[in-house]
């Protein structure tokens, strides 16, 4: 992240966003994933059927959707860190509740206030962090949220293991609640984001933010008009801009029906049904993918501002296929190890690739007038599919059986190359500005990341006011 051109007055507001997007993202990762390794302790506490515990786990996803796609319209109107605080004192009470050691429907709202936080800040902080963050810096920054999931996953992994059979489950689930009240010290830390307030009209406070995020370089002088819904209608008409929302929210599809979730979610049932015995040693290999997760996410976030956006996607969709048809011809033939080995590549190619890199495109690419509702969109398709697989996997594992249910996900990830070297483009570096001239000039979504000519990006942002008049 850190390269020749670093200097040292941005170390500061780099660093803050950096500590504001870790946060969210531990919460993230250790609220969707703590469940996994306490499934079974809680579905014999409380006599859970199969269908019982696709609920209890999806309560958390189906909230997560309704947080995303409220959170376009909440942080257009009461600014991104209003709605980062909201995030927040949901995830506190969900949390709250699970510490007191809850009943069944109260471990259900738990749940469901705990996926109201997620996928509210899942939504907004990447997209503050997108707007905050200088542009050469800008891809590992919001990159970083992914890092921070795969941490939080590999923590709630690593709790499970060492302390299911010694502490209570709800204590457990609980400490996700340390987190999130990081969360808050990190947001004290840093202004409204400027382009927000550019967009509100707010100059004075602007220039203030600004100046403390070190942006003032970055900043046209002219900023958009303010929007109103109705424009947000016109301005999807014009250019690219309906073209991204369809890429962006095909991106998180994909990285949803790709089978990360149902294999973070049930990782213990997948080793069994693979040869492992049940308890520690399927949750060790539990362990092992959730630690692979967080080493290859480290790769992504050097990787991201180097090598770009592009040639990630593409090549780790490929790595994915390769390691989910591994996996399929291990549970045919009951050859565990190769089937371990699949899921090590699988997962390590997804946290390059289909992992990290949908967020920092849909922070990227959306016009700033409707960045808000752009990203809602986007975010909340992608826990729609999030929960459907959720609610579906150990059905349709138990229905058609393991090989056919990895080969679903194989087809996807085979999609994926295919829709990822046809139409992503290279945003790598490349100012928001100039992504939204391109995109409001009409480019191919393929070609967005291409600077235009002076004259065109001039042309470009100063029709946009008049598309939302």
């Known amino acids: 992240m850190i390269g020749k051109n670093w200097k040292i007055d941005n170390i500061g507001p780099t660093v803050r966003i950096s500590i504001l997007v870790s946060c969210f993202g531990l919460s993230f990762g250790f609220g969707t994933a703590s469940i996994a390794g306490l499934l079974d302790v809680i579905r014999d506490q409380f006599g859970l059927s199969i269908h019982d515990e696709q609920a209890l786990v999806a309560s958390l996803v189906v909230a997560c959707f309704v947080g995303a796609a409220v959170a376009g319209p909440v942080s257009a109107v009461y600014g991104r860190r209003r709605a980062i605080f909201l995030a927040i004192v949901l995830g506190v009470t969900g949390y709250a509740i699970m510490l007191g050691g809850p009943g069944l429907v109260e471990l259900f709202v738990a749940r469901v206030l705990v996926g109201l936080s997620i996928g509210l800040s899942s939504m907004v902080v990447p997209m503050y962090a997108a707007e905050t963050t200088i542009a050469r810096h800008r891809g590992a920054v919001v990159a970083l949220f992914q890092l921070a999931v795969t941490s939080g996953i590999l923590g709630a992994y690593g709790v499970s293991l060492a302390f299911v059979a010694t502490v209570p489950w709800h204590i457990l689930l609980g400490i996700g609640i340390i987190p999130v009240g990081c969360g808050l010290l990190g947001l004290l830390l840093l202004p409204e984001s400027p382009r927000w307030l550019a967009v509100k009209g707010d100059r004075v406070t602007l220039d203030r933010a600004a100046h403390a995020l070190g942006l003032h370089a970055e900043l046209p002088v002219s900023q958009p008009a303010p929007v109103s819904s109705q424009s947000t209608f016109s301005l999807l008409r014009r250019g690219s801009t309906m073209a991204v929302l369809v890429l962006c929210s095909l991106l998180f599809v994909l990285q949803n029906l790709s089978g990360i979730d149902g294999i973070l979610y049930y990782a213990p049932r997948i080793f069994r049904g693979l040869g492992f015995s049940a308890g520690t040693a399927a949750m060790a290999a539990t362990f092992g993918l959730g630690l692979i997760n967080f080493l290859a996410t480290l790769v992504a976030l050097v990787l991201v501002d180097r090598t770009g956006r592009r040639p990630l996607l593409i090549w780790g969709s490929a790595a994915m296929v390769?390691?989910?048809?591994?996996?399929?011809?291990?549970?045919?033939f009951d050859w565990s190890w190769l089937g371990l080995v699949g899921l090590a590549l699988y997962i390590a190619a997804f946290a390059v690739s289909l992992?990290?890199?949908p967020y920092v495109l849909m922070s990227e690419l959306f016009p700033a007038a409707i960045r808000e509702q752009g990203v809602a969109t986007a975010s909340a398709t992608s826990w729609l599919f999030n929960a459907l697989v959720a609610f579906t996997f150990l059905s349709m594992?138990?229905?058609?059986?393991?090989?056919?249910?990895?080969?679903?996900f194989l087809a996807i990830c085979l999609l994926s190359l295919i829709i990822c070297a046809l139409f992503v483009p290279e945003t790598r570096a490349v100012r928001l500005e100039v992504i939204e001239a391109n995109v409001l000039s009409g480019q191919r979504v393929r070609r967005l990341g291409l600077p235009l000519p002076v004259a065109a990006q001039q042309n470009a942002i100063s029709v946009a006011p008049q598309a939302m008049a």
């Not at 048809?325 to 549970?331: G, L, P, R, W």
């Not at 594992?397 to 679903?408: Q, R």
């Open 322 to 332: 390769l390691g989910l048809a591994a996996v399929v011809v291990a549970a045919i």
């Open 355 to 357: 992992g990290p890199l």
């Open 397 to 408: 594992v138990d229905t058609v059986g393991l090989p056919a249910s990895i080969g679903a």
